[in-house]
């Protein structure tokens, strides 16, 4: 009985080893597993490791251009205007020093942009970009960097003048401001963000005075729906040739902190020209003034008003013992509403100055760029029904507070 099960067994053991030792390929049946597996690997991988459903294409079309397009007239108009103004740009980063609840200094830097004016390598940006700094430093786009000095300080039009000592400077064109219409196409290039090099494309959206970020009363800003976000203040605004006719200097934020709601405004580029010329010829801004803060009046507001003339600039405040003060103009004392801007009514009406038509504050700023600190004008206003001359002497802008 033994022997019987020992020699079904030796048979069983027999038969299984021939089978798998003369059916299974090569290498037994580890290299047939083996090839199986692989064979598996390559079935999942070809159909993105799930889709076993799925064969995988040999190949995939793809339908390719067959050659760079042509750029449109807008296009070029883009590459162009950066590929001019860009060498011109500059970031700025200024370091001011802070202290924390143990009254230790903590430094702290800031972001700004301006442009290279001449190859002395002065530049020009905003004041708040640079005040209070006590070191500042120039990137160029060349990514070469170099520490500035603070030139000028002109707080009246937040005007910064800093030099830098570096070779090979390009600097930007100048245009002239007292042209621009709305509509037309402006681009703004700075350091948003800190993004260097950032250019962004709008058109003028409307010619308006407006408080500066410093307080201070921005004459005939540029106000543009080009993106202009923390980083931009200081850089250049510039027309279709590339050339500039605004520093960017704050935006309306909406309710939302640093945010960009489509409306920027920059300091028009003949205000700086005047506040260089000024520091070139007495070393220090002494821009001529008439000390008043005034509103447009066009044939609409005349009408509503019951004024004799169809245009003109009403005189809203007389600045205390400013020249305008001293020569005895009168401001308004009746406030009304002009939608929700609060106004005050029943001033003098300025509707010449020396001769020259006035209708905006654009036309007084262009006559006072023509002019001189000490110099007298003379006034044509209206006072109520009476049109009389009135000469004023001019004097200096920030002698006068608001």
Do not use: C
């Amino acid at each position: 009985m033994k022997a019987r099960l020992i020699i079904l067994t030796v048979a069983i053991l027999g038969g299984f080893y021939f089978v798998t030792t003369r059916t299974a390929p090569s290498g037994g049946w580890p290299a047939r597993l083996t090839a199986d597996l692989h064979t598996v690997h390559q079935h999942m991988v070809g159909n993105n490791a799930g889709n076993y459903g799925i064969t995988a294409p040999t190949a995939m079309p793809l339908t390719q251009a067959e050659a760079a397009p042509a750029l449109t007239t807008e296009e070029q108009e883009n590459v162009y205007v950066y590929k001019k103004a860009l060498p011109s740009v500059v970031n700025i980063t200024s370091t001011i020093v802070t202290y924390d609840f143990f009254y230790g200094a903590v430094p702290q830097q800031g972001q700004g942009s301006g442009f290279i004016l001449d190859k002395q390598g002065h530049i020009l940006t905003n004041l708040h970009v640079v005040s209070g700094a006590r070191q500042i430093e120039v990137t160029l786009h060349d990514k070469h960097r170099y520490a500035a000095q603070v030139l000028l300080k002109d707080k009246a039009h937040d005007l910064a003048l800093l030099q830098i000592d570096a070779p090979n400077l390009q600097p930007a064109t100048l245009a002239d401001s007292r042209s621009l219409q709305v509509g037309q196409v402006v681009f703004a290039i700075g350091n948003p963000f800190g993004l260097a090099g950032t250019m962004t494309r709008g058109i003028v959206s409307s010619i308006r005075s407006v408080r500066g970020p410093l307080g201070n009363l921005i004459e005939d800003a540029i106000q543009t729906d080009a993106a202009i976000n923390p980083g931009n203040s200081g850089g250049p605004l510039l027309n279709s040739r590339g050339e500039v006719i605004g520093i960017n200097s704050m935006i309306a934020t909406g309710g939302g902190a640093d945010q960009n709601a489509g409306i920027g405004f920059a300091i028009p580029i003949n205000t700086a020209k005047a506040v260089l010329s000024d520091f070139a010829q007495f070393g220090k801004v002494r821009r001529p003034t008439l000390g008043i803060e005034s509103l447009p009046i066009g044939p609409d507001l005349a009408s509503q008003m019951g004024l004799p003339a169809d245009s003109g600039v009403l005189i809203e405040k007389v600045l205390p013992g400013g020249p305008a003060d001293r020569a005895g103009l009168r401001g308004g004392s009746q406030k009304a509403y002009l939608g929700n801007t609060p106004i005050y009514v029943g001033g003098d009406l300025i509707i010449a100055i020396d001769g020259q038509r006035i209708a905006n504050a654009q036309d007084i700023s262009e006559i006072m760029d023509g002019h001189k600190s000490g110099e007298t004008v003379t006034l044509t206003i209206l006072r109520g029904q009476k049109q009389m001359d009135v000469r004023v002497v001019l004097g200096t802008e920030g002698d006068t507070q608001v």
